[in-house]
């Protein structure tokens, strides 16, 4: 299965486990033998036929736990409570993995019931994410091989260090079609648990969840902005871009530090003589835009947030994000295509660009129905995975799991894609 873009879904939302796939791996081992055959997650009293179906090994966890530390760039030593949840993620991850299979396989989907199209499906996702895990090791391989070398040679390499780490955390590549095929039952599944659900439903969710979003923006800006701006765009919302000249970093450090000490005044006179520093740079460029040179031009000249350039913010009527003088400003040009004066921040200088009006396109509207779609599905297909959590407890070794017990002995793991 495709770990590095599986869906995790808990009775609320999806949660990506995988990240980055950057190398960064340290003091991993197999284990000795004994231990990676102990039993560490498990369900009492099993169905009949399936006593050691849901049992999951150290070694089996483990594995997957370490091939995830690498992935998502961590290490033990470093990133100790991420790698702490990490180690909780996956073995909720691989329990829950194995309910998806015994319901799937009641509802009469299993590997071998797959079709053509969908091995070969599965087959290429897993040679997919093999090549991108042989790409991590290019700057390893060109260091072993030294200044002389094919491109066979190269991918000889870098498949020969790829495996010699897969052996050391004690998996194989083959694991990988492993997943693909899971995953592709887990799709299934989801599928067919869902298929009760009508284009009503899912209609209904969509403006339910537009005017809930409406009512937080009118008497909960601060929720509106959090949750719902996906479902809501407030009549006059904008779209600008910026420019920005800047001044020091330190020195904007310093201000700040000085205003959360209460500070203003202190605060002020170190701003306006770094403000000064700078002046010329942001009377340059808005000299160039009332000449009559594009915006673009301008912004990539004397941008300093150039990460920025070419990039449409969100600007509504109010907000609590966003500090007044911005929204102000920005709803104060009297016309699309129009620039703003300059103003100053504890950062800067600024210049906002009025790019267009903001709505909820039918594009952007039938995207949210697919979204909702997704999303009532998922929910759908965890309600048997719920009553099979009830019915079955799942318990765990938390001492071998290096995870903490919960006061609580209700589990709710989550399910993958």
């Given at each position: ?130 090549q991108s895990w042989y790409s991590k090791y290019e700057a390893r391989a060109i260091s ?179 500090l007044q003088k911005i929204t102000d400003t920005a709803m104060g040009i009297e016309k ?24 909820l396109t039918d594009e952007r509207l039938k995207s949210l129905t697919e979204q909702a ?45």
């Amino acid at each position: 299965m495709k770990r590095s873009i599986k869906k995790i879904i808990s009775a609320a939302l999806a949660l990506t486990i995988c990240g980055t796939m950057a190398i960064s791996f340290t003091g991993c081992s197999q284990g000795d033998a004994k231990q990676n055959k102990q039993i560490v997650a498990s369900i009492k009293n099993p169905p009949e036929g399936y006593e050691n179906f849901f049992n999951i090994t150290y070694g089996e966890w483990h594995g997957e736990y370490l091939l995830r530390l690498a992935a998502e760039g961590y290490t033990e030593t470093n990133d100790a409570e991420m790698a702490k949840d990490l180690r909780e993620r996956i073995i909720k991850y691989l329990a829950q993995e194995k309910i998806v299979l015994y319901l799937a396989k009641d509802m009469g989907i299993t590997a071998e019931t797959l079709t053509e199209e969908e091995i070969k499906t599965a087959t290429d996702n897993a040679d997919e994410d093999i090549q991108s895990w042989y790409s991590k090791y290019e700057a390893r391989a060109i260091s072993a091989l030294g200044s002389d070398y094919t491109k066979e040679q190269l991918q000889k390499k870098e498949e020969e260090l790829f495996n010699d780490f897969m052996k050391e955390i004690g998996l194989s590549s083959d694991i990988f079609y492993t997943w693909a095929v899971n995953s592709i039952i887990h799709d299934k599944y989801v599928a067919k648990a869902s298929e009760s659900i009508t284009e009503k439903e899912i209609n209904d969710f969509v403006q339910d969840t537009m005017d809930t979003a409406k009512d937080k923006y009118e008497n909960d800006l601060a929720e509106f902005e959090q949750k719902y701006t996906a479902f809501y765009v407030p009549e006059g919302t904008r779209k600008v871009q910026q420019l920005a000249v800047l001044i020091n970093s330190t020195t904007a450090a310093e201000v700040t530090a000085y205003r959360n000490d209460g500070d203003d005044k202190k605060a002020d006179e170190i701003l306006q003589e770094a403000l000064a520093k700078v002046k010329f740079r942001i009377d340059e460029a808005y000299e160039k835009l009332e000449n009559g040179t594009a915006w673009k031009d301008v912004q990539e000249e004397y941008n300093d947030e150039t990460s920025s350039n070419n990039v449409d913010f969100t600007v509504y009527p109010k907000s609590t994000t966003v500090l007044q003088k911005i929204t102000d400003t920005a709803m104060g040009i009297e016309k699309k295509g129009g620039y703003s004066e300059i103003f100053e921040t504890d950062k800067g200088y600024f210049i906002l660009y009025y790019v267009d009006d903001l709505t909820l396109t039918d594009e952007r509207l039938k995207s949210l129905t697919e979204q909702a779609d997704e999303f009532l599905r998922d929910q759908k297909a965890y309600e048997p995975i719920a009553d099979f959590l009830e019915k079955y407890e799942y318990t765990y070794e938390y001492e071998l799991l290096d995870i903490d017990d919960p006061a609580s002995t209700t589990q709710v793991p989550v399910v993958a894609s």
